[in-house]
Structures are given as C-alpha cells and as structure tokens.
C-alpha cells in the first residue's frame, strides 16, 4: 500500500515536500515515481527514482530544476521535494511504484496511493 500525503494550498513561489509512505513493500526493491493529474488533462509523469541500489533519478521537462525526488529508506518513504511552484502545478498528485525498467507513462506503474491535492494560487 502506498499512502501519499503532503498537499495543500500553496501560493506561486512557495515550496511543498510531498510524502509517500510504503506499507508491504520496500521502496528500495521497487522503481517509484510520482505523476499528476490536473483536471481535464491526462496523468503526467514527472518524477522516478529507481529501485534497488541503483537510485538513479529522472525528472520530466517541466520540473526538471523545481522538482526533487529522494528516498529515505529507514522510513520506506519517497518524497518530491516541489519548490518555485507555479499555478499550472495544481493538479491531484500520485505516488506509484513497479518493478519493470521503464517509468515515464502511467501505465508502466503497477501500484498506486491514493493521490494528495496540490493548489497553487497566483
């Protein structure tokens, strides 16, 4: 079970680290990431770390530099550390975990939180 948390109303420039929180699985021996969905708009990836000892990041475009996604593996949780947030962030964020090498569309993740409302006002 992933339990994502962390959103919130924020105001453009202002910063939100979201939290996902792993129960029944160890996020090191999983690939996780985060997306989000705005409304009207189709789930977008923008954030993977890989599993195992590997640990590489990949970031979409348009977080590339605001966005940082990290591990705490004492924890079992993942974070997206989100800075310089701007009003086009606003959308229904998702953490989600697979064990397969690819990671950029939705439908390369298996297992999914429940998603945490992210709102930024201008």
């Known amino acids: 079970q992933l339990q994502a948390s962390g959103g919130g109303l924020v105001q453009a420039g202002g910063s939100l680290r979201l939290s996902c929180a792993a129960s029944?699985?160890?996020?090191?021996?999983?690939?996780m990431g985060w997306l989000r969905q705005a409304p009207g708009k189709e789930r977008e990836f923008l954030a993977a770390?890989?599993?195992?000892?590997?640990?590489?990041?990949y970031y979409a475009d348009s977080v590339k530099g605001r966005f940082t996604i990290s591990r705490d593996n004492a924890k079992n949780t993942v974070y997206l550390q989100m800075n310089s947030l701007r009003p086009e962030d606003t959308a229904v964020y998702y953490c989600?975990?697979?064990?397969?090498?690819?990671?950029?569309?939705?439908?390369?993740?298996?297992?999914w939180g429940q998603g945490t409302l992210v709102t930024v006002s201008s």
């Open positions: 989600a975990a697979n064990r397969r090498g690819s990671y950029q569309f939705a439908s390369d993740y298996d297992y």
């Open positions: 770390i890989m599993g195992w000892s590997a640990g590489s990041t």
């Open positions: 029944g699985r160890t996020v090191t021996t999983y690939n």
